[in-house]
């Protein structure tokens, strides 16, 4: 038995204000929703490799206090696709965790000679921007 090796991991995220969350990752990610996939309360997006992920409204719910969301890129585009979102108005979060070895300066840690940095959606959800 292979368990799920061969199934494709899927993120799904939740939303205090579905279409709030929707204009988040259209315009200011620049992802496209698969609006054959959404539904009522739910909506679908697609991004890079053809990975997806799901947003589904859950009012009242408070957003998780960890990363749900990551977007690895090539190591020499992050600088640009980090300056991209910071044009469309992403605000990278600033951390100081000295027992992780992560402190982020403008927006960005180097860890290990990869550099990360995070930023919250809409809703609060944490999502990373990674250099792989």
């Known amino acids: 038995m ?21 204009r988040f990752y259209t ?6 929703e698969d609006t054959s996939l959404s539904g009522e309360g739910m909506a679908f997006f697609s991004a890079g ?11 009242g719910m408070p957003a998780p206090a960890n990363t749900t969301l990551a977007f690895p890129v090539a190591a020499d585009a992050f600088d640009a696709t980090a300056n991209e ?11 100081d965790m000295p027992e992780m070895g992560l402190k982020t300066v403008n927006g960005v840690a180097e860890v290990g000679g990869i550099k990360s940095a995070w930023f919250k959606d809409s809703e609060g ?5 990674v250099a792989m």
């Open 2 to 22: 292979a368990g799920l090796s061969g199934a494709p991991a899927v993120a799904v995220l939740r939303a205090e204000n579905l279409d709030r969350a929707k």
């Open 27 to 32: 315009e200011k990610l620049g992802l496209a």
């Open 49 to 59: 490799a053809g990975s997806q992920f799901t947003i589904y409204e859950r009012p």
């Open 85 to 95: 979102l910071r044009s469309r108005g992403v605000v990278f979060e600033e951390y």
């Open 125 to 129: 959800n944490i999502l990373n921007l």
